[in-house]
T-cell receptor, first 111, second 114 residues
Framework: QQPVQSPQAVILREGEDAVINCSSSKALYSVHWYRQKHGEAPVFLMILLKGGEQKGHEKISASFNEKKQQSSLYLTASQLSYSGTYFCGTESPSNTGKLIFGQGTTLQVKP | GAGVSQSPSNKVTEKGKDVELRCDPISGHTALYWYRQRLGQGLEFLIYFQGNSAPDKSGLPSDRFSAERTGESVSTLTIQRTQQEDSAVYLC????????????FGSGTRLTVV
């Protein structure tokens, strides 16, 4: 039931790009993305509601393929502030409003 | 309030004692969620309240765990007869509606059972 994120960890240099994937074995209604910095609460980045939908937040964007039950988070021209752990949260069509989170992807951006 | 408020921020308790954790959601948010995060782990769903509907308790790990919410305001999570494996950060989140809105998380309560 828990979505699977890949990779588990990524190390980048400033300015490099990264992709984080989130895959579910069950049908999805929506996918959320959150970022959590060490010792802090997770912060909402974006929500994707429709198949094939893409959204952007600064240089962070995401796609959602409803048929494949997958979502990807794209970080372009990464900045030091992008460091943290990224979680996808998935909502099934029947579980109104409840998110099940993946295990997280730790992203470290180095100067 | 401006954000989700949780108290206490830290709690150290002896094994076997009961603890109560409190969450004040953002005013007007109808949905409230509790998650548990063990050190270095992901977010584990515990319980979810939506308006006056019956709560979704499907994530509570044992009958030692219970939670209440008064209307669309404060929620308390109670853990009875605490065990060492209960040690974790307990995060509360609220959202404006059950669907189609992002969660706003509180800073959490770090529970240590000794």
């Amino acid at each position: 039931q828990q979505p699977v994120q890949s990779p588990q960890a990524v190390i980048l240099r400033e300015g490099e790009d990264a992709v984080i994937n989130c895959s579910s074995s069950k049908a999805l209604y929506s996918v959320h993305w959150y970022r959590q910095k060490h010792g802090e609460a997770p912060v909402f980045l974006m929500i994707l509601l429709k198949g094939g939908e893409q959204k952007g937040h600064e240089k962070i964007s995401a796609s959602f393929n409803e048929k494949k039950q997958q979502s990807s988070l794209y970080l372009t021209a990464s900045q030091l502030s992008y460091s943290g752990t990224y979680f996808c949260g998935t909502e099934s069509p029947s579980n109104t409003g409840k998110l099940i989170f993946g295990q997280g992807t730790t992203l470290q951006v180095k100067p | 309030g401006a954000g989700v408020s949780q108290s206490p921020s830290n709690k150290v308790t002896e094994k076997g004692k009961d603890v109560e954790l409190r969450c004040d959601p953002i005013s007007g948010h109808t949905a409230l969620y509790w998650y548990r995060q063990r050190l270095g782990q992901g977010l584990e769903f515990l319980i979810y309240f939506q308006g006056n509907s019956a709560p979704d308790k499907s994530g509570l790990p044992s009958d030692r765990f219970s939670a209440e919410r008064t209307g669309e305001s404060v929620s308390t999570l109670t853990i009875q007869r605490t065990q060492q494996e209960d040690s974790a950060v307990y995060l509360c989140a609220s959202s404006a509606r059950a669907r189609n809105y992002g969660y706003t998380f509180g800073s959490g309560t770090r529970l240590t059972v000794v």
